[in-house]
């Protein structure tokens, strides 16, 4: 079975940070692009980070950059973000995503549906 699973949200002040994590398993982690999306209530789903399965590359939304870092682990299945100068426009669900290498080759990273799986999200709220 694949499961993706977040953690690490939570409350925090305007200019804080946060260090959200996913955690994969039932898929050859290192055979697939990790992908973080945020949605609001009532707002689309949107791209905020991805990273490429070989050279671990990231690729940021213009929002975010500058404040945002992704990251992984391929020894622990694992794909963090780390969350820094949190604005309350940042407040969202935050879900992670995986993205077969191979099926998806040539898909752009930021495209919801570019992603095979995702997780069930956690929730990051921004206090003004």
């Known amino acids: 079975q694949v499961q993706l699973v977040e953690s690490g949200g939570g409350l925090v002040q305007a200019g804080g940070s946060l260090r959200l994590s996913c955690a994969a398993s039932?898929?050859?982690?290192?055979?697939?692009?990790m992908g973080w999306f945020s949605q609001a209530p009532g707002k689309e789903r949107e791209f905020v980070a991805a990273?490429?399965?070989?050279?671990?590359?990231?690729y940021y939304a213009d929002s975010v950059k500058g404040r945002f870092t992704i990251s992984r682990d391929n020894a622990k299945n694992t794909v963090y973000l780390q969350m820094n100068s949190l604005k309350p426009e940042d407040t969202a669900v935050y879900y992670c995503?995986?993205?077969?290498?191979?099926?998806?080759?040539?898909?752009?990273?930021?495209?919801?549906?570019?992603?095979?799986?995702w997780g069930q999200g956690t929730q990051v709220t921004v206090s003004s």
């Open positions: 990273i490429s399965s070989s050279r671990g590359a990231p």
């Open positions: 995503a995986a993205a077969d290498i191979v099926r998806r080759a040539g898909r752009p990273d930021s495209g919801t549906d570019s992603y095979d799986y």
């Open positions: 039932g898929i050859t982690f290192r055979r697939y692009r």
